[in-house]
Structure formats: C-alpha cells, structure tokens
C-alpha cells in the first residue's frame, strides 16, 4: 500500500499547557523531555535516552493528546499510525505496510504514535494457525522496536496493556498510567474549556466521573445549545 495511505495527515499542534495530567504523569513526561533536550550530554556519559513509550488506560484520558504535545515540546514531526489502513487480512503484508511507516520516522527522526497498540500486538491466541500468524507478527514488530533509531522517539498507546504480548512490553523503556480524572482536575479542565465564551454560557452543571473527551463534548453540546437559543432570540427581533 502507497505510504501516504498509512498515516494520519494530523497538522494539529498541541502544547504541555492544553494537557491535563496527574503529578506524577506530569514528572515523567517533564523528565522525558529533558532527556531528549540534553540527548547529547547524556549521550556522552553512557546514559540511554528512553525512546520508546506505552502510554496506558482509560479512553479518552488524553493518551493521544500527550503524544502530540510531546512531539511539539522536543520540536520533532510526528507520524501517525492509520491503524485501519495498516492492518491485512494477511500478516505478511501488514508487517511491510508497519516496516514503511518505521522506515519514514526513522528517516525523519520523527515521533512515531502507534494507537490502539494492542490491536497489532496482541498475545498470542489458542489457535495454531493464529498462533503461528501472530508470532511473525510480533517478532518483526520486536524487531523494529528493537532497531529505531534512538534519535527518534516511539510513543505507543493502548487501553487494553493486559491483552499486549509481553516480549513487546518489555521493549518501552517507560509506561504511563493515565486514569479517569478526578472531581478537582475536572474542574480545572472545565474552567480552561469554558474561559472563552461568554460569561453567561460559563456556569454549566458539570458532569463528573467522566473523561476528558466526554467532558469536552458534553460542556461544548450545552454552550451550543445556550449560543444557539440566544442566536434564535436575536433572530426574532430583528
């Protein structure tokens, strides 16, 4: 398959300040990217730079938004899995479509983001024929793990780690946990989604016990709602 086929055309620039994440996800991501800032003095006292990183847990916690904000903070491109257009009915060729991908991150020293991870490096099944087909599959993902380039950075990302075979787990030099958001993040994120519209639309009921994209779609339905009925009443006095 054409290489433009299996990525993700993601211009979207995100910056550490648009993530909200807890104190000690925050202490990791912080110490990540100072490595990568001082690679090279590091580097010359025999110190590995951590390249490769499993970002874990609940959907919608802000797995994907971390490895963009990453990507920007080290000032590197990132390159997106298309994870639909990556996977075959035939194992083989989902390896070469994967190899296509590694090869322009590597080239481009770029932020490789491999979402749904567990999609592509399941554990191995029960069945032989499926057994056999999965094999090859992780072992030539082990292998692209093994060889990229340590000047670029692999951030996978999974809300299912316990399904993932462990030969790759072991491969991340660093995982982070990322949990539903407490009542009191919450509010912080609502507040900082809320801050631009007008006053009135600012003092919605909050919904907790939610992710972040639920919290964001659901405060955005309801500022709509407000700005639409205001935009209908305006309309009728015209």
Do not use: W
Request: hydrophobic letters at 40%.
């Amino acid at each position: 398959m054409e290489l433009y086929n299996l990525i993700i055309n993601d211009k979207e620039i995100v910056s550490l300040d648009d993530v909200f994440l807890n104190e000690y996800n925050q202490k990791s991501i912080q110490q990540l990217i100072k490595e990568h800032k001082f690679v090279d003095q590091l580097t010359q006292f025999g110190l590995p730079v951590n390249n490769k990183i499993l970002l874990q847990g609940n959907s919608g916690c802000g797995k994907t938004t971390t490895a963009k904000a990453i990507a920007n903070a080290i000032g590197k491109p990132i390159v997106i899995l298309n994870l639909s257009n990556v996977v075959s009915s035939r194992i083989g060729e989902t390896s070469q479509n994967l190899k296509q991908v590694f090869d322009k991150a590597g080239r481009e020293k770029a932020v490789l983001f491999l979402d749904e991870f567990d999609q592509i490096g399941k554990s191995r099944g029960s069945d032989d024929k499926e057994v056999g087909e999965m094999r090859r599959l992780v072992n030539t993902i082990i292998q692209m793990i093994d060889y990229y380039p340590k000047n670029a950075l692999l951030i996978c990302a999974t809300n299912h780690p316990e399904v993932i075979d462990t030969a790759l787990l072991r491969r991340f030099q660093l995982r982070v946990n990322f949990e539903m958001p407490s009542s009191e993040v919450l509010d912080s994120y609502y507040d900082k989604l809320l801050a631009t519209f007008p006053s009135e639309m600012q003092n919605i009921d909050r919904k907790y016990g939610v992710s972040y994209a639920e919290a964001k779609d659901y405060a955005f339905t309801i500022v709509k709602a407000a700005l639409i009925e205001k935009l209908e009443k305006e309309e009728k006095l015209d």
